[in-house]
């Protein structure tokens, strides 16, 4: 495997919430691609559970249309 990063760096640590989804097998079968080759990347096991919150977290923020409504929804500071 060549050394080419991936684009879903290292995992940070963090406090965590439960939440439980049902998703694809085929989906399921990439997320543990992925993630042995993010082990692999990064010298860190990690499984596909571990990695979905970081992907999505990676998503939301490089979309630019939720950001801009995010921020057209909060309520002004000013008073």
Known sequence: MSGAKLRLGPLPRST???????????????????????SQAYGESVDAVS????????????????????QLARPSSRS
Do not use: E, S, W
């Not at 399921?28 to 992925?34: A, F, P, Q, T």
């Not at 990695?51 to 979309?63: C, E, G, Q």
């Open 51 to 70: 990695l979905i919150p970081h992907m999505l977290m990676h998503f939301m923020a490089r979309d630019r249309a939720f950001k801009g409504r995010v």
């Open 16 to 38: 965590t919430v439960k939440v439980v989804v049902t998703l694809p097998a085929d989906l399921k079968d990439m997320l543990d691609r992925y993630a042995a080759q993010h």
